[in-house]
């Protein structure tokens, strides 16, 4: 049977400043990002809670955008207070009370020459409805990964820190081989052979009651899920260490899970076939889980503020663009300027 389409509900899509219809959501086939995956994006999620819509983490997720977009010299022809107010506008257009939502920066049309600097930079925004992305029982089953035979690149190859669409060519050799070998998931080892993070998704170990975490050197991405986690397990009481961990460690932990804004906090119950402690998820991820399912819903108090409630629909409408900051050039405008570039 074929999946659902998380795109069937979609009505609007926020586009350069301007909510456009789904299907006029387009670009140019000779966009510089589609040839050299010049792009830099943000997985987010909006929850329903007790209060209502509530976008989780949102001003950390912008601020990476941003920096994600200063690595690659992407100047952002919006302020991140407009992007932000242009993901709640979305959210309410689209009616969701829960979703994803993919902010995404990319190299539109210019030239065809690898110098992505004569290519005007544009900017979309997509929500969708998006369940649990390791399956519908994975938080309480868990999930058996594997460790990949693909390495994730050293952090002097492509820097893991800036969330760049190129990057997830990697990501996707990872996850095609877990998954066609029998996985829900791949864990990629750092150039150096150490444990890095997961296709999508960062990775915990608990071993004698501490809770590990490879550190940003390990060439993955600084996830927003994962600074919450390390947040709350320390407020439980855990200790916790960043840490580089030594592939040897994911077969002898007692426990081991996955966090991302996707994956939120899935247990891993086995790894490359052999059982992680007892098989099932343990007592700290099950502890960690109920912490963060209860704040994301609105049952537990959010004292961090971590919850971002959407901004009221003006009166006037939701269809109105927002300012631009500086105008950025139309495409025939940075085509005209920028001339027809070496292919490469
Ligand atoms: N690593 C990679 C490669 C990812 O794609 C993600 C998902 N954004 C994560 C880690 C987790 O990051 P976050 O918790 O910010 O979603």
């Keep these: 049977m074929a999946p659902p389409n998380p795109f069937a509900s979609v009505r609007w899509i926020w586009k350069n400043g301007e909510l456009v219809e789904f299907e006029k959501a387009t670009v140019h086939v000779l966009s510089h990002a589609l040839h050299y995956g010049s792009g830099v994006f943000e997985g987010i999620r909006c929850y329903k809670t007790r209060q209502g819509p509530a976008i989780l983490r949102l001003p950390e997720h912008l601020q990476r955008l941003a920096l ?59 929500t969708y409805p998006w369940g649990r992305y390791l399956g519908e029982d994975a938080q309480n089953a868990g999930v058996d990964a594997c460790v990949s035979s693909w390495r994730r690149p050293s952090s002097s190859t492509l820097p893991s820190m800036a969330k760049a669409t190129g990057n997830y060519l990697n990501s996707q050799l990872i996850k095609m081989e877990a998954v066609q070998n029998g ?37 993955l991405l600084p996830g927003i899920t994962r600074d919450a986690v390390i947040t709350l397990a320390r407020e439980m009481g855990y200790s916790v ?104």
């Design 68 to 126: 994600s977009a200063k690595v690659y010299r992407m100047e952002l022809p919006f302020s991140l207070a407009e992007i932000g107010a242009a993901i709640s506008e979305t959210i309410s257009a689209n009616g969701f009370d829960s979703c994803y939502i993919r902010p995404l920066i990319f190299r539109g049309l210019g030239t065809m020459g690898v110098n992505p600097l004569r290519s005007p930079v544009e900017v979309v925004i997509a």
């Design 183 to 219: 996985y829900a998931e791949g864990i990629a080892l750092d150039a150096g052979g150490y444990v890095s993070e997961g296709s999508g998704e960062n990775i915990f170990l608990v071993a004698g009651g501490t809770l590990l975490t490879p550190p940003l050197s390990a060439s």
């Design 241 to 344: 260490l960043e840490q580089v961990v030594p592939r040897g460690l994911l077969y002898t932990c007692d426990e081991l899970f996955f966090t991302g804004t996707a994956a939120e906090i899935t247990p891993v119950r086995s790894v490359d076939r052999q059982p992680v402690g007892a098989g099932v998820p343990g007592e700290v991820t099950r502890r960690l889980l109920a912490e963060f399912n209860g704040l994301v819903s609105g049952e537990i108090r959010d004292r961090h503020g971590w919850l971002t409630p959407l901004t009221p629909v003006t009166a006037a409408g939701s269809r109105k663009a927002p300012r631009r900051v500086e105008s950025a050039p139309t495409l025939v405008e940075a085509a005209a300027a920028a001339g027809p570039g070496a292919p490469d």
